[in-house]
């Protein structure tokens, strides 16, 4: 691999405008195609095997359009009623023009007979509910505000105050992330600046991951297009875009600085820099990649498209490491020590700094060290023992959007549960002669008599007698436990009693019950998901380190620091501690793919910091330096870098605090507080205080395990030493001069 990238960084540097002008030309023409095809992310889930998607498959050829679900326009005046004549015909016109509107199949009015249960008692507030004739992810938000304004502008002029809920409301309410990528981009700035020393030094990785950022985002909505697209997932590309493609560019610049201080020629620092440096970063971006798409595992459609989203992230980032950051290295040249903020140090007998100290420290006390990095860990994942997965709750929603408003309208008129309706799908072994059919009649009242049940709607059959549906309104809000169980209950108890003997099978679908089963999928599958990163990452530390201890010291360590991370997460948004410094009114429940997620994203970047660290050690090992020597070596040597790597992480995460979904929120604190504890307990204080306990034996690896594995090198440092070799080698001499006498 090293002289594939050093042939690769050679070319970028010598045809530097040409590279810099295809980079630009492609991220300008991906970002043009995507703002022309629109946004097209969706929270639509196809869950094979479960009770939802069974809902859903049964009511689509009968009932297509209710197999998408309903949007309610909520409709509220502070005084009068929408009865009073000045409201009626506004709310009357709006029902006929959002009907008019594209895509919508029906709109149920709640003045007419029909939609007399979306009127509140008070008759202040109401509201049309909207089904749409195609799946709502089809829908673009341009269309979204076409069809919400169909029915604001009448409204709006009465004097009606107007919001959405539902698909349609969550498609519109997208809070703005650019506030959050500009505070992490601003403190990586700060951060690099201290780092490189100079002004000029600190815009390349900032200039790299922006372009990358720009053609990973236009690639991601232009794949909307093409699959069911989570609409978080751009949210989520942005976060590790920007914090891998920082990073990576520093461990580069960071090289090409100690070539350049080694007296190496100019281009050929830069292209040392990307074929050494460059390799852990391929190495690294390919563990995270393959985390990443290794989500597919879990055979949830969602969950493997948000994988590769994310992953999609990574390798541009990799690719802009490896090729763009050379070009505009060899563009800039020189000038890469323009704007010095600090003066170079050019002390021989430099004094002892904090981390040789702590690194001295730690090789004197190890069992005192990995004791008091395990008494903070192990604490801090006792809440991990009561995490429970969740679901999206619109109502932890900033109170600033439709969404939201809509949401609380709705919860206080008319009941949380009717914000998230149960569908309960029934098919028919022998056809029903009407809707009193004695099956259905008792399906619908022993449903509507189950605890926790609010109300049913009237039942609605087809044509053929085969179909039916109807709701279920829950007395909790959709993201409740409640209503968790009360799905859980209607399946294992109440339909099963109602099914017996009467030649039909009945399914509790629609919006809530998906993100129950979701939930109970993902949390069946987590095991399984934990153990294939684990057994991938194993696999590629031991081909980089050829040692079997390593790696499982790695994992070991990993899961620790994930599972502190975990703890905080429930701490934070499970039980509500400090939810008011977060934006949060109160505690929210974790979203079931968000500790998936977060396993597979810091798995990958905590591997970077390990193989970072252990080939610092190892390099040292391979001098000839004791064990012990050799640990304190190789984290004075790589701690500053792993440290800056990680601050600009944990402020690229941790500024996504700022975003108004609650989902975002459980991302950046979740991945911030985990690189904080890998960065500095893990990495900096109980792997290195575990090496030095273990001394020779951490380089074991069997015999047979030897000779199998191939042998590979992350920096390929060999490969230079091999052409250094190789120049050194003297001519062959010709015929000796005759000895003059």
Same mark, same amino acid.
């Given at each position: 691999?090293?002289?594939?990238?050093?042939?690769?960084?050679?070319?970028?540097?010598?045809?530097?405008?040409?590279?810099?002008?295809?980079?630009?030309?492609?991220?300008?023409?991906?970002?043009?195609?995507?703002?022309?095809?629109?946004?097209?992310?969706?929270d639509?889930?196809?869950?094979?095997?479960?009770?939802s998607?069974?809902?859903?498959?049964?009511?689509?050829?009968?009932?297509?359009?209710?197999?998408?679900?309903?949007?309610?326009?909520?409709?509220?005046?502070?005084?009068?009623? !929408?009865?009073? %004549?000045?409201?009626?015909?506004?709310?009357?016109?709006?029902a006929?023009?959002?009907?008019?509107?594209?895509?919508?199949?029906?709109?149920?009015?709640?003045l007419t007979?029909?939609?007399?249960s979306? !009127?509140?008692?008070?008759?202040?507030?109401?509201?049309?509910?909207?089904?749409?004739?195609?799946?709502?992810?089809?829908?673009?938000?341009d269309?979204?505000?076409? #069809?919400?304004?169909?029915?604001a502008? +009448?409204?709006?002029?009465?004097?009606?105050?107007?919001?959405?809920?539902?698909?349609?409301?969550?498609?519109?309410?997208?809070?703005?992330?650019?506030?959050?990528?500009?505070?992490?981009?601003?403190?990586?700035?700060?951060?690099?600046t201290?780092?490189?020393?100079?002004?000029?030094?600190?815009l390349?990785?900032?200039l790299?991951?922006?372009?990358g950022?720009?053609?990973?985002?236009?690639?991601?909505?232009?794949?909307?297009?093409?699959?069911?697209?989570?609409?978080?997932?751009?949210?989520?590309?942005?976060? #590790?875009?920007?914090?891998?493609?920082?990073d990576?560019?520093?461990?580069?610049?960071?090289?090409?600085?100690?070539?350049?201080?080694?007296?190496?020629? !100019?281009?050929?620092?830069?292209?040392?820099?990307?074929?050494?440096?460059?390799?852990?970063?391929?190495?690294?971006?390919?563990?995270?990649?393959?985390?990443?798409?290794?989500?597919?595992?879990?055979?949830?459609?969602?969950?493997?498209?948000?994988?590769?989203?994310?992953?999609?992230?990574?390798?541009v980032a990799? !690719?802009?490491?490896?090729?763009?950051?050379?070009?505009?290295l060899?563009?800039?040249?020189?000038?890469?020590n323009?704007?010095?903020?600090?003066?170079?140090?050019?002390?021989?007998?430099?004094?002892?700094?904090?981390?040789?100290?702590?690194?001295?420290?730690?090789?004197?006390?190890?069992?005192l060290?990995?004791?008091?990095?395990?008494?903070?860990?192990?604490?801090l $994942?006792?809440?991990?023992?009561?995490?429970?997965?969740?679901?999206?709750?619109?109502?932890a929603?900033?109170?600033?959007?439709?969404?939201?408003?809509a949401?609380?309208?709705?919860?206080?008129?008319?009941?949380?549960?009717?914000?998230?309706?149960?569908i309960?799908?029934?098919s028919?072994?022998?056809?029903?002669?009407?809707?009193?059919?004695s099956?259905?009649?008792?399906?619908?009242?022993?449903?509507?008599?189950t605890?926790?049940v609010?109300?049913?709607?009237?039942?609605q059959?087809?044509k053929?007698?085969?179909?039916?549906?109807?709701?279920?309104?829950?007395?909790s809000?959709?993201?409740?436990?409640?209503?968790?169980?009360?799905?859980?209950?209607l399946?294992?108890?109440?339909?099963? %009693?109602?099914e017996?003997?009467?030649n039909?099978?009945?399914?509790?679908?629609?919006?809530?019950?998906?993100?129950?089963?979701?939930?109970?999928?993902?949390?069946?599958?987590?095991?399984?998901?934990?153990?294939?990163?684990?057994?991938?990452?194993?696999?590629?530390l031991?081909?980089?380190?050829?040692?079997?201890?390593?790696?499982?010291?790695?994992? @070991?360590?990993n899961?620790?620091?994930?599972? $502190?991370?975990?703890?905080?997460?429930?701490?934070?948004?499970?039980y509500?501690?400090?939810?008011?410094?977060?934006?949060?009114?109160?505690?929210?429940? @974790?979203? %079931?793919?968000?500790?998936?997620f977060?396993?597979a994203?810091?798995?990958?970047?905590?591997?970077?910091?390990?193989?970072?660290?252990?080939?610092?050690?190892?390099?040292?090992?391979?001098?000839?330096e %004791?064990?012990?020597?050799?640990?304190?070596?190789?984290l #004075?040597?790589?701690?500053?870098?792993?440290?800056?790597?990680?601050?600009?992480?944990?402020?690229?995460?941790?500024?996504?605090?700022?975003?108004g979904?609650?989902?975002?929120?459980?991302?950046?604190?979740?991945?911030?507080?985990?690189?904080?504890?890998?960065?500095?307990i893990?990495?900096?204080?109980?792997?290195p205080?575990?090496? @030095?306990?273990?001394?020779?034996?951490?380089?074991?690896?069997?015999?047979?395990?030897?000779?199998?594995? +191939?042998? #590979?090198?992350?920096?390929?440092a060999?490969?230079?030493?091999?052409?250094?070799?190789?120049?050194?080698?003297?001519?062959?001499?010709?015929?000796?001069?005759?000895?003059?006498?």
């Amino acid at each position: 691999m090293t002289g594939v990238l050093y042939a690769v960084a050679r070319f970028c540097v010598k045809r530097r405008f040409v590279v810099l002008g295809v980079w630009l030309l492609t991220a300008v023409a991906l970002v043009t195609v995507a703002h022309r095809l629109g946004d097209n992310t969706s929270d639509n889930q196809s869950l094979p095997g479960t009770g939802s998607q069974r809902a859903t498959d049964t009511l689509g050829k009968s009932f297509p359009d209710q197999a998408n679900g309903s949007s309610p326009i909520v409709l509220h005046v502070s005084n009068g009623k !929408l009865t009073d %004549s000045k409201y009626a015909n506004a709310v009357n016109e709006a029902a006929s023009d959002v009907a008019k509107a594209p895509y919508v199949a029906s709109v149920v009015n709640p003045l007419t007979q029909q939609g007399a249960s979306a !009127l509140s008692k008070n008759q202040a507030t109401g509201y049309l509910s909207v089904t749409l004739s195609v799946n709502p992810g089809a829908v673009s938000v341009d269309d979204a505000h076409k #069809i919400i304004d169909a029915a604001a502008k +009448p409204a709006e002029a009465a004097g009606i105050q107007v919001d959405t809920g539902g698909q349609l409301g969550q498609k519109v309410s997208k809070p703005a992330t650019e506030s959050s990528e500009l505070i992490g981009i601003l403190a990586a700035m700060v951060i690099l600046t201290f780092t490189f020393g100079t002004v000029v030094a600190m815009l390349l990785p900032i200039l790299t991951a922006i372009v990358g950022l720009a053609s990973t985002l236009s690639i991601v909505g232009i794949l909307s297009h093409a699959a069911t697209v989570s609409t978080v997932a751009p949210t989520l590309a942005t976060m #590790i875009g920007l914090g891998v493609g920082i990073d990576y560019a520093l461990f580069i610049v960071t090289r090409h600085f100690r070539g350049l201080e080694a007296g190496l020629d !100019l281009d050929e620092s830069i292209a040392r820099a990307a074929a050494t440096s460059g390799g852990a970063v391929v190495f690294a971006g390919g563990t995270v990649t393959i985390a990443l798409v290794s989500l597919a595992v879990a055979n949830i459609p969602l969950v493997t498209t948000m994988g590769l989203m994310a992953a999609v992230a990574v390798v541009v980032a990799v !690719l802009a490491a490896v090729t763009l950051l050379p070009a505009i290295l060899a563009v800039v040249g020189p000038r890469i020590n323009s704007l010095r903020v600090r003066g170079r140090h050019r002390d021989p007998h430099p004094k002892p700094g904090l981390w040789s100290k702590l690194a001295h420290e730690i090789a004197r006390w190890p069992v005192l060290a990995g004791l008091a990095a395990l008494a903070i860990l192990i604490p801090l $994942a006792v809440p991990l023992l009561s995490l429970n997965l969740g679901q999206k709750d619109v109502g932890a929603l900033s109170s600033t959007t439709t969404a939201r408003r809509a949401y609380d309208l709705i919860s206080e008129n008319f009941g949380p549960g009717v914000n998230g309706p149960l569908i309960v799908a029934v098919s028919l072994g022998s056809p029903a002669s009407g809707t009193s059919d004695s099956r259905l009649s008792t399906l619908e009242k022993d449903v509507s008599s189950t605890s926790g049940v609010a109300a049913v709607t009237p039942v609605q059959l087809d044509k053929s007698g085969t179909t039916a549906y109807f709701n279920a309104i829950a007395k909790s809000a959709p993201a409740d436990q409640a209503t968790a169980n009360l799905v859980n209950t209607l399946r294992s108890s109440v339909i099963p %009693s109602a099914e017996k003997g009467n030649n039909m099978k009945a399914y509790v679908g629609g919006t809530t019950a998906s993100n129950v089963d979701l939930a109970s999928k993902i949390s069946n599958k987590l095991p399984l998901q934990i153990l294939v990163v684990i057994g991938l990452s194993f696999l590629l530390l031991m081909l980089a380190f050829r040692t079997v201890v390593v790696p499982l010291q790695a994992a @070991i360590m990993n899961v620790l620091s994930i599972g $502190a991370a975990y703890g905080v997460l429930t701490a934070i948004f499970q039980y509500g501690w400090l939810h008011g410094l977060i934006g949060l009114e109160g505690s929210v429940p @974790i979203v %079931s793919y968000v500790p998936l997620f977060m396993f597979a994203i810091l798995f990958g970047l905590s591997m970077d910091y390990e193989v970072f660290l252990v080939s610092q050690i190892e390099e040292h090992v391979h001098a000839g330096e %004791s064990n012990r020597d050799s640990v304190v070596s190789g984290l #004075i040597t790589s701690a500053r870098v792993i440290t800056a790597a990680a601050t600009i992480m944990v402020f690229v995460f941790g500024s996504f605090v700022l975003n108004g979904d609650p989902t975002v929120k459980q991302f950046g604190i979740g991945l911030a507080v985990a690189v904080i504890l890998d960065a500095t307990i893990v990495r900096c204080l109980l792997v290195p205080a575990l090496m @030095i306990k273990m001394g020779k034996f951490n380089w074991y690896i069997p015999r047979w395990v030897d000779r199998v594995l +191939p042998h #590979i090198s992350i920096e390929g440092a060999e490969y230079f030493e091999r052409r250094e070799r190789r120049r050194r080698v003297p001519e062959p001499a010709g015929e000796p001069e005759p000895v003059k006498a």
